[in-house]
């Protein structure tokens, strides 16, 4: 896509409102909404916003910023179409006044760690999974955690109520230029996946925010709330984000494809597992950011508690499909649709690259049920825990240098300012769980 393409389309479709859109550390879309008279401005990077307002941002005296877009991200909007005038968005990166790009930008991280793998040779391609409930409205007009079905596992109408909002959450994603792979019913009563083709690393993480964003829109106009939240119910299964990633060469070929081996997986795959599983809790306050994620890393609901891999179990934190050739990859099971994509992929490709820099051999691959395997039999197959709870994490995300490195050091400082506030703010609350214990007994 260039400027004077986008300058056509913009004519054409009668386009009048034009979003520029980024993310925080946290992983929140923000946009400024200009008229069609800016576009030109907008395109040329001359829009500029206050970076201090930001949370993670800029500090006061360094606020003025410029939004960057990318070109190959616009798109219109199809559900803002009114009366023939048209909406589009873009997504841009954030640069400082002088020009040079923001380091505080999570996108602009992640390409970054992007030309860093590149320079070894390789390329990222990821495919995402990002599970979701959808809850119905209170007479109030505020989300409820009351679902709206009581289908389950690959459900069909008239069981799935949700079928209608899922179709045209579908349709609004292909008309954005997605390509649906599959959808259906999850676990949980309420609980929905719409899965989409695989991209490289920078345009997956664009395309699972504008996914979160298109869920939550379309689920509105059918009075229901979307949420992406971790365990938003006790007792049934939460939302994960499995994240499908493989290394490519830069000639085109998978570069964890090799048909000679046992599992048809190339000695570079094995690094990169060993890596992944070396460095798996430290990056978990990235993958799993919040309070409530570690109230889904538990056992009994399918949710990935033991770093591990295998070839088939779904039990362990990592798994390989059983596609092959161009398809051969690692699905990591731990993230949430609540992290920020472009530092989770960032963090778990860094854990990757580290293990094929320093040659790493993987622990055995489990193809048992972990769930089921006792403390001691865990010990001697040194399968380790994952966090249990997002201080954990974040202790084992400090001691980590290589999430220093991932990140730099903008981006890892105010992450661990914003989570360390998180987890202080939630220590010091009074919960429902307290009132309904303590009230009465004592």
């Known amino acids: 896509m260039t400027k004077n393409q986008i300058l056509k389309i913009v004519e054409k479709e009668n386009i009048h409102f034009f979003r520029l859109q980024f993310v925080d ?3 929140f879309m923000k946009n400024i909404a200009i008229p069609r008279s ?23 005296q360094e606020s003025d910023m410029y939004l960057n877009p990318d070109y190959d991200t616009f798109t219109i909007l199809p559900w803002r179409n009114k009366e023939g005038v048209a909406a589009a968005r873009i997504i841009c990166d954030v640069h400082k006044s002088d020009g040079t790009p923001f380091e505080g930008c999570p996108r602009v991280n992640l390409k970054r760690v992007l030309a860093e793998a590149k320079k070894m040779g390789y390329t990222m391609n990821v495919g995402t999974e990002a599970e ?22 690959f459900s069909v109408d008239p069981e799935d109520y949700g079928i209608d909002c899922r179709r045209e959450i579908i349709e609004t994603l292909e008309k954005m230029g997605f390509e649906v792979e599959a959808s259906h019913h999850e676990v949980a009563e309420g609980q929905h996946e719409v899965n989409f083709k695989y991209a490289d690393a920078l345009e997956s993480a664009d395309n699972t925010i504008t996914f ?26 939460g939302s994960g984000m499995h994240t499908n990633q493989s290394l490519f060469n830069l000639d085109g070929d998978n570069a964890f494809f090799d048909k000679k081996d046992k599992l048809q997986l190339s000695k570079v795959a094995y690094q990169y597992i060993a890596g992944v599983v070396k460095h798996a809790r430290s990056f978990s306050a990235v993958t799993n950011p919040l309070v409530n994620s570690y109230k889904r890393l538990v056992p009994g609901y399918e949710a990935p508690v033991y770093v591990a ?20 990859r690692v699905e990591v099971r731990c993230p949430d649709p609540t992290c920020n994509p472009y530092l989770a992929f960032a963090m778990m490709l860094n854990a990757g690259l580290d293990g094929i820099k320093n040659k790493l051999t993987p622990p055995p691959s489990t193809d048992v049920n972990i769930y089921k395997m006792t403390a001691g039999q865990m010990k001697k197959a040194k399968i380790k825990n994952m966090p249990a709870s997002l201080l954990e994490a974040i202790a084992e995300f400090k001691k980590n240098p290589l999430s220093k490195a991932t990140l730099g050091d903008h981006i890892y400082a105010k992450y661990i300012i914003a989570k360390e506030a998180e987890w202080d703010n939630f220590r010091i609350s009074v919960t429902d769980w307290e009132l309904d214990n303590y009230l009465t007994a004592y």
């Open 25 to 27: 550390v946290s992983g």
């Open 38 to 60: 800016q576009i030109k401005k907008a395109l040329d990077g001359k829009m500029m916003f206050d970076g201090s307002s930001i949370d993670g941002f800029a500090r006061i």
């Open 132 to 153: 979701f409930f959808l809850f119905n409205m209170g007479e109030d007009g505020r989300p409820t955690t009351e679902t709206h079905d009581t289908a389950g596992y």
């Open 212 to 237: 979160k964003w298109v869920v939550k829109t379309i689920a509105r106009k059918y009075g229901l709330h979307a949420t992406f939240m971790p365990k938003p119910v006790f007792g049934i299964n």
């Open 309 to 328: 891999w295998s070839a088939s179990n779904r039990s362990a934190l990592m798994r390989i499909p059983a596609s092959r050739g161009i398809g051969t």
